[in-house]
């Protein structure tokens, strides 16, 4: 029978429970455990698609094409899984459920309520994770802080679920936090034993606590939140602050934490095979070649944006030694002042996605200026369009080219919508989401990273490259290396005139892993390392099992 692990913070919140939750997926996983891992966010939107990455992060995309929490990205990249739409769950989509269940008469006629319908929602999609992918282990994050009104239901129910299928089947875990006050010289507990306190009002005991803490934290403590807590001593958890999340797992391991979990759950102790994780934090830990990437983007004041552009810049800089240093330009800037001051000196420029007008005009002069003076250029789903438009703009002469997304009216939308999608007014239902196949034309640079003619990626984009201008684009020296499989839609293109010159309709970062980097992005770093460095050695690959 599938085994369920509930992950609650306290304290504070952005406390680490994604972290946490999915270290502790890697540890089950070195162990030959399955593992699916589920997300419950508190917020009442349907999904995080809508809302504005400054207040949220990322949206990330999976295979199926569900629009995620951004903590979905550390679940696969930690687990090596790919989660789907069942792995993420918001009280929007939950009381969108009931109350259609409610208007279509599911409920006969009755009260709809809290407890036990909305509850019994919460239930029903923890338990589907466990009956549509079958894991050995189910781990569930719960969003939010303990105390928050919006987290109750949620709580309630994993109250709930402990009683429903057994208590030897479920575990809840407690991510807390211990502060140090400098003035006084003393880590205090006390935060934690209040969290703790909250908790068990609502009728939850926790089995493990998991305490965040910038320092080594005493026995003496350990023994007395274990008293105060009643919680076994050997289940207080150090989760010390590490300079990478990826040493977090090794961490936790040292500390006990998947054994804990294992007798807890009353599963077969396994050993664990942590070396190719070990490898990899270890390179992580020792690069060799400093190399700096510019990220031109229209959301840098909150890194999260992006967050897996950078982790994916990351594992590439990890399997090339790399010391990776980034530098963040806000696009909006380089429409009023020359790319040359934000930009000079870097030896790799990154355009990711995004949507709306703002700060487009200042991507594609990062684009002309990584094009003119020879700087390795990775575009990303709208840095791809925008290098469409720049070179329509600077290489054709098309000066008012543009996407029909930015200007409806423009002379020449090299970017455009396929004609079907003209009279469709719910934009929503004609975005491309999820994973889709790419023909990979052979003798390309595209070919060259991917070793395979037909690849599958990620999308998350309504607009397309405009066919019309197709020729001219191959007529002008661009290659056009990636299509659908019907070869109607451009997913690549490339100038081979230049030592790393390349842009995806798709988002490949949302494939990375940081012992198995994306070859686009490993690509894209070895020639920003070869700009400055003089690479003679003969790197050892990263072996992975």
């Known amino acids: 029978m599938t085994k369920f692990i509930f992950v609650t913070g306290g304290v504070v919140s952005s406390i680490g429970k994604g972290i946490v939750a ?14 699916s891992i589920l997300k419950l966010d508190p917020y009442i939107n349907v999904d995080p698609g809508t809302m504005s990455p400054f207040q949220h992060g990322e949206v990330f995309v999976t295979q199926d094409g569900a629009e995620t929490d951004l903590d979905l990205g550390h679940y696969e990249r930690f687990t090596d899984t790919s989660m789907s739409r069942l792995n993420s ?189 070990q490898t990899m934090v270890d390179r992580l830990y020792s690069p060799k ?51 040359e001051n934000y930009l000079a000196g870097v030896d790799g420029i990154v355009v990711p996605g995004g949507f709306g007008v703002r700060g487009v005009d200042g991507k594609i002069a990062a684009i002309k200026y990584a094009r003119d003076r020879q700087i390795p250029f990775l575009g990303l789903c709208l840095g791809m369009q925008c290098s469409v438009i720049e070179w329509a703009r600077n290489v054709e002469g098309l000066a008012k080219a543009n996407s029909a997304e930015f200007d409806p009216y423009t002379e020449d939308p090299v970017i455009n919508l396929l004609p079907e999608q003209h009279d469709v007014v719910d934009l929503g239902g004609t975005m491309r989401l999820g994973l889709y196949p790419c023909r ?55 100038y081979p005139k230049h030592p790393f010159f390349l842009a995806c309709q798709f988002h490949p970062e949302f494939q990375s892993h940081p012992n198995i980097p994306h070859p686009l992005f490993k690509g894209f770093m070895e020639a920003a390392i070869s700009r400055s460095h003089s690479v003679t050695d003969t790197q050892k690959p990263l072996q992975v099992s």
């Open 440 to 494: 990979v034309l052979p003798n390309t640079l595209a070919f060259k990273l991917y070793q395979e003619e037909v690849i599958y990626e990620r999308h998350r984009h309504r607009y397309e490259f405009n066919n019309v201008y197709r020729h001219r684009l191959l007529e002008s020296g661009y290659v056009i290396s990636g299509t659908s499989p019907d070869g109607r839609l451009v997913e690549i293109v490339e």
């Open 289 to 339: 070649y400093p190399v700096e990437i510019a990220i031109v983007g229209k959301y840098v004041r909150l890194s999260d944006a992006y967050l897996s552009v950078v982790e994916a810049l990351r594992h590439a800089a990890i399997d090339t030694y790399g010391d990776l240093r980034l530098r963040w330009i806000n696009s909006e800037v380089l429409e009023t002042e020359p790319a």
């Open 89 to 277: 769950v918001t009280t929007g989509s939950i009381y969108q459920a009931v109350i259609n269940k409610e208007r279509r008469g599911d409920y006969n006629g009755g009260t709809v309520q809290v407890i036990p319908h909305i509850t019994n929602e919460i239930k029903d999609r923890i338990l589907r994770v466990a009956k549509e992918t079958n894991p050995a282990v189910v781990i569930t994050e719960i969003g939010g802080t303990v105390g928050d009104i919006e987290s109750l239901p949620f709580l309630e129910a994993i109250r709930q679920l402990r009683k429903e299928v057994g208590r030897q089947n479920v575990l809840y875990m407690h991510v807390t936090l211990l502060p140090w006050i400098a003035s006084a010289g003393e880590m205090k507990t006390k935060p934690t034993q209040h969290s703790v306190k909250e908790l068990r009002s609502i009728g939850i005991q926790p089995d493990i606590l998991v305490c965040r803490s910038d320092r080594a934290i005493p026995v003496g403590l350990k023994q007395k939140l274990s008293e105060f807590c009643d919680v076994a001593v050997e289940c207080v958890i150090t989760s010390q602050d590490a300079s990478s999340i990826y040493e977090v797992p090794l961490t936790l391991e040292r500390e006990g934490l998947a054994q804990q979990a294992l007798e807890l759950l009353q599963m077969e102790q396994r050993q664990p095979n942590l070396t190719h994780w």
């Open 22 to 35: 999915a270290s502790l997926g890697r540890l089950l996983k070195s162990r030959d455990y399955s593992v």
